[in-house]
């Protein structure tokens, strides 16, 4: 007699995801797909300019279909502007991380510059002033623009006069040196949008510290706190 066998119980369906799960995925899978396209938006901004970026060529540089680029950011400027705001927030931590430095306390007017420097010598103010040029005479535009350009200067001024008047500076003091400082670097790195001198500016910028603190003596600073002293 053949022994028969039970038959084997039926595979149970893999337990469903959880919504939160779903969720969270879906989530980060936004997210994802957002930092990609703004990405690609910086790539085209400066490869093309605001006038030649489509978002179906930003589509094509994120490896995504132009339908799901329309799904995140509706128009052009929409994704210009989210595009700019991200490097902003970027120039604000990168600020943030050189203010913070112990340096920054001992050689505030340096620091200052240096994180100047790294915003409007590089890709940030390229991109930004590619919109810039276009909202000077696109109300709507600028309009978008100007929060996110007056967030990260106000962001950045605050940072840096903490930092100033810790250092012994008056806040009177502060203001002149950072004002002063931001035109500065600001002017030479418009100049080098066509003129390429980078020798000379910093040569200019090393006189320039001189005179700051010859001008501006600041307060002697002992354990963080002015002792009345001028240095």
Known sequence: MQETRPAAPPTSP????PRTTQRRTQANRSRDARER?????IEVLMRSGYSGLTTKEVARCAGMSNGALMHHYATKAELVVAATAEVYE??????QREAHSPQAIERPIEGFIKDCW??????PFIAA?????????????????????????????????????????TREQALVALNLSLNLVRGMALNNLWQHDEAHYEQYIQDWVRIVYQQLPRRAVRRGKPSGRTA
Do not use: C, H
């Open 14 to 17: 893999a337990p469903a995801e």
């Open 37 to 41: 396209l703004l990405a690609a938006t």
């Open 90 to 95: 970027e120039s604000i931590r990168r600020g």
């Open 118 to 123: 790294s915003v409007y010598f590089d890709w």
């Open 129 to 169: 002033i590619e919109v810039i040029m276009v909202a000077r005479t696109d109300a709507d535009l600028m309009s978008k623009i100007l929060p996110v350009m007056e967030r990260y200067r106000s962001s950045t001024n605050a940072l840096w006069l903490d930092v100033f008047q810790r250092a012994g500076f």
